[in-house]
Nanobody
Framework: QVQLVESGGGLVQAGGSLRLSCAAS????????MGWFRQAPGKEREFVGC????????SYSDSVKGRFTISRDNAKNTVWLQMNSLKLDDTAVYYC?????????????????WGRGTQVTVSS
């Protein structure tokens, strides 16, 4: 079992930045690819980005590419999502998730463990 806890969400003005954290406990963190997803009201859960077990590879959705950055520190059992140039459309609950596969995982069904999410609200 892996327990994931997100933090760092909040209210930010459009154009601003936020840094989300996801702290992991339980099984060895470095075994897992980590992903970030988001879900806005009335919409399906959407892939944001992911990072490989070593941290050497990342992949992002087109909607956030160039604005968001994922990083991880396996010694600290933590993954971060740095969000810059935030837009109104970025408003959602953000979830981190862990997947045991080694190829990039883009779909929620590919992930084994999930956090409870943290709310990000971007205002005009």
């Amino acid at each position: 079992q892996v327990q994931l806890v997100e933090s760092g969400g909040g209210l930010v003005q459009a154009g601003g930045s936020l840094r989300l954290s996801c702290a992991a406990s339980g099984r060895t963190f470095s075994y897992y690819q980590m992903g970030w997803f988001r879900q806005a009201p009335g919409k399906e859960r959407e892939f944001v980005g992911c990072i490989t077990q070593s941290g050497g590879g990342t992949s992002y959705s087109d909607s956030v590419k160039g604005r968001f950055t994922i990083s991880r520190d396996n010694a600290k059992n933590t993954v971060w999502l740095q969000m810059n140039s935030l837009k109104l459309d970025d408003t959602a609950v953000y979830y981190c998730a862990a997947a045991s596969q080694f190829t990039f995982a883009f779909f929620p069904s590919q992930y084994d463990y999930w956090g409870r999410g943290t709310q990000v609200t971007v205002s005009s």
